[in-house]
């Protein structure tokens, strides 16, 4: 299929941005609400050392609210208005919809590369030396705009 747009993933972003801010804000609450009991940094963002439990609790939180099961159709959506189609249908799971340290990854390979969602909640944090957990987890509490990046990858 051919692209509609000169920067396809500039097309999937802002039409995200317009048409699913629901589910980026639905997303981002869901980051909320996992830290909501952990420990401030020094800079008062909430952290956690524990990466699985960072994790499961998003995925968590994302399938009681509903989120986990529209991921799918948000990632369509994004290959669509990137001027693609997928080969097939995706579901809320590995390649398609991936729960990473930072937040949701949303992947679509089409006939001239993949498109990659990332709705990013968390950031890892180097901890200083004497630290006993060498990364930290730190909550961004973060509008859908600076949460949003969706980059094009052809292959090489």
């Known amino acids: 299929m051919s692209v509609s747009a000169a920067d396809p993933a500039a097309a999937a972003r802002a039409h995200l941005l317009d048409t699913h801010?629901?589910?980026?804000d639905?997303?981002?609450?869901?980051a909320?609400?996992?830290a909501a009991d952990w420990n401030p940094l020094d800079d008062g963002r909430p952290a956690t050392a524990e990466r699985d439990q960072l994790v499961d609790g998003l995925r968590s939180e994302l399938a009681d609210g509903g989120v986990l099961e529209t991921l799918p159709e948000t990632l369509v959506s994004a290959v669509d208005a990137a001027g693609y189609a997928l080969p097939a249908t995706p579901v809320p799971a590995p390649p398609y919809v991936v729960l990473t340290t930072t937040g949701p990854v949303l992947r679509g390979t089409v006939d001239d590369g993949r498109l990659v969602v990332r709705i990013d909640c968390f950031e890892i944090v180097r901890q200083p030396d004497g630290v006993d957990a060498p990364v930290a987890y730190a909550h961004r509490?973060?509008?859908?705009?600076a949460a949003?990046?969706?980059?094009?990858?052809?292959?090489?």
Do not use: G, Q, Y
């Open 148 to 156: 949003l990046s969706v980059s094009f990858v052809a292959p090489e």
């Open 141 to 145: 509490a973060a509008s859908p705009d």
């Open 26 to 30: 639905a997303v981002l609450a869901a």
């Open 32 to 34: 909320d609400t996992v």
């Open 21 to 24: 801010a629901d589910t980026l």
